[in-house]
């Protein structure tokens, strides 16, 4: 998805600005470009392709102003290229502009531009905005209140940053559905898309909230709401790191956060922990009484996260004894989910920026249920949305294929079931007791489970040139084998499909023919006997077996067995899934393919 980056301050801009650009290429983009304030006018630069085309321009080298926006485009409305690549000038050049997001009524804007005389020389919805602004400036020789108008009449998602000619030390910016964050330093001021994009220059951060504006000069930043009155807003400090946001010796981020995974899980579970080992949830002001009239929990996500929730659906059902639904945004937001006031809903977003999560998330607060987000980054758009917030301490996460965001998640999301568990008092004690000390057996299981890599690696070279791969398991294996499956065809392109290991004879079981590679998890000891009975029907049919699992077997019956360390059942996706990213990373590499950037995919899933 678009990236956006933005700076004033009293050094040049334009390394700034690429920098910035730079560190936000893991969204995912196809174009580049800049706008700076140069002493006689403002200068755009801009091409199709990579920032370092974009930094090879020959004419980047005489600009020098300090004030400049910058963006890289994910095209929706025109294809790749210089024309329809941001920034967009207003036609009298006075104006220009970089935008995220959808402007869903740009037809008829452009329409009613056109009939004003305006020309149009790119297909996007962009280009509607410069020009608003300065049909709108022509009536009021206001910047703010010109894009205020502008703003007015846009109908769908935006996060705006502009510049003016005639104020060369303002950058004005708004938002509404897209995500956009300001960093404040002494003399210098920031605005980007996502952290990452400035963490080398500041960790502090304000959060614009939709339908706010803001004006940035080098020394102050002022907010304003969308009626045009000036509001306060609190800055948040970030604890993530500079080297969090590079590869520091790694090939790619993916395996920097494979690995990272024992630390992040382990200041996930520190961070809900007291010095007594009781939990603490006392921000979420979840009380027995409360959790009584609950009647159904609903988990709400995408992709991974999504995952995450079916991971965690059997725990929060076993311990707590409250039906459970997971389902995926983009299709609870369309189908009349049936919420009331005794529906609890838990929206799981590692970015906190996904559309359909966020339009999820709105839903059910109009239905009166209660909201709790767990997102992995503060501030973000699901995180000041929802009623109540728990953050994941998985750091910055590059690579576009999530890994130690969704160990972090399950983490999280067993820790809450546990303590409703606790509040509840429905389960055994003993039971919550052996799942508290497997939670905190989870870090150094998981350095343990790393070691698994070479085998994993061995298996990979054997394996990555095939076509179709299926993963199954029973139970809570289903959904790490449904995870597996996504890491696999999102990284090495791979067709794979996950299946709960009894419903293969059911259709499935006709595709397996000789040679075809089957992937079994095994981490539940109930179902093994009945897990081993579906791998043994496709290894029948000739299928090739590897198999994840924390249980005794005969390993003889199996092609390739990876063990990995004993725990409840409720936390083995969290061991489980380890080999199965790095089956998934070594197979992309040894087929030579942008692991941290795979084609058509972007991090964070902004529009619809
Ligand atoms: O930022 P989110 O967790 O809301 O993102 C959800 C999905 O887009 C994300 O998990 C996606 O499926 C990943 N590429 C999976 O690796």
């Not at 690549?85 to 804007?109: K, R, T, W």
């Not at 504006?213 to 002022?222: G, P």
């Not at 559309?355 to 709105?362: E, V």
């Not at 005969?554 to 899934?577: G, H, T």
Request: charged letters at 25%; glycine letters at 6%; a negative charge.
């Amino acid at each position: 998805m678009c990236g956006i980056v933005g700076y004033v301050g009293n050094k040049k801009a334009s390394p700034i600005l690429i920098n910035g650009l730079s560190k936000l290429e893991y969204r995912g983009y196809d174009s580049a470009g800049i706008a700076t304030i140069e002493s006689d006018g403002i200068k755009i630069l801009k091409d199709k392709g990579r920032v370092s085309n974009l930094e090879n321009i020959k004419e980047m080298a005489s600009i020098s102003g300090t004030v400049g926006i910058a963006h890289t485009r994910w095209a929706t409305h025109g294809k790749p290229s210089k024309e329809n690549a941001h920034p967009h000038f207003d036609n009298s050049n006075l104006f220009a502009v970089v935008h995220n997001g959808i402007i869903e009524n740009y037809n008829e804007l452009r329409e009613f531009l056109i009939n004003n005389g305006y020309k149009f020389y790119s297909q996007t919805d962009t280009e509607v905005i410069p020009n608003l602004v300065h049909f709108y400036f022509e009536q009021t020789n206001d910047v703010l209140t010109a894009l205020k108008k502008t703003c007015n009449d846009l109908k769908g998602s935006y996060a705006i940053e502009l510049i003016y000619k005639h104020t060369p030390n303002n950058l004005y910016v708004a938002k509404k559905d897209s995500p956009m964050v300001i960093g404040v330093s002494e003399n210098e001021n920031f605005v980007a898309s996502d952290i990452p994009a400035v963490l080398n220059y500041t960790k502090k951060f304000y959060f614009l909230k939709d339908k706010e504006f803001a004006v940035l000069s080098k020394d102050e930043v002022k907010f304003y709401d969308f009626e045009l009155n000036q509001i306060q807003k609190d800055i948040k400090e970030i604890d993530w790191d500079e080297n969090s946001v590079t590869k520091n010796g790694y090939d790619d981020f993916m395996l920097k956060e494979i690995y990272e995974q024992p630390d992040s899980v382990r200041k996930t579970i520190n961070s809900r922990l007291s010095d007594t080992g009781s939990y603490d949830f006392k921000d979420i002001s979840i009380d027995k009484d409360y959790l009584t009239t609950i009647n159904k929990i609903y988990i709400i996500a995408c992709g991974t996260a999504m995952h995450a929730g079916l991971s965690a659906k059997s725990i929060i059902e076993k311990l707590c004894k409250i039906s459970t639904e997971v389902d995926v945004a983009s299709e609870f937001r369309y189908r009349e989910p049936l919420i009331d006031n005794h529906t609890l809903c838990i929206f799981i977003s590692q970015s906190g920026e996904t559309a359909d999560t966020i339009a999820a998330l709105k839903l059910s607060k109009e239905c009166g249920a209660k909201t709790i987000a767990i997102t992995n980054v503060i501030g973000s758009s699901i995180t000041r949305e929802a009623d109540y917030s728990i953050l994941t301490y998985a750091g910055p996460e590059i690579a576009v294929a999530s890994t130690k965001a969704y160990t972090a998640q399950v983490t999280i999301l067993s820790m809450l079931a546990i303590n409703f568990a606790e509040i509840l008092g429905r389960c055994d004690e003993k039971v919550l007791e052996k799942v508290k000390q497997d939670v905190l057996s989870l870090p150094t299981k998981l350095e343990n489970v790393l070691g698994t890599a070479n085998s994993v690696k061995d298996i990979a070279l054997k394996i990555y040139n095939e076509h179709d791969i299926f993963f199954i398991g029973r139970g809570i294996d289903h959904p790490i084998a449904m995870e597996g499956s996504l890491k696999l065809k999102e990284i090495s392109y791979i067709h794979s499909d996950a299946y709960a290991s009894g419903e293969l004879k059911h259709g499935p079981i006709a595709l397996i023919e000789d040679n075809t590679t089957v992937i079994s998890i095994y981490t539940d000891a109930k179902l093994l006997q009945k897990s081993i009975s579906n791998t043994q029907e496709v290894i029948t049919r000739g299928a090739k077996s590897i198999v994840i699992t924390n249980q005794n077997l005969d390993n003889n019956k199996f092609d390739y067995v990876i063990q990995i360390p004993e725990i409840s059942e409720f936390l083995s996706p969290i061991l489980a899934i380890v080999p199965l990213q790095f089956l998934a990373y070594y197979i992309a590499k040894q087929k030579n393919l942008d692991v941290d950037k795979p084609r058509n995919l972007a991090k964070s899933v902004t529009v619809e």
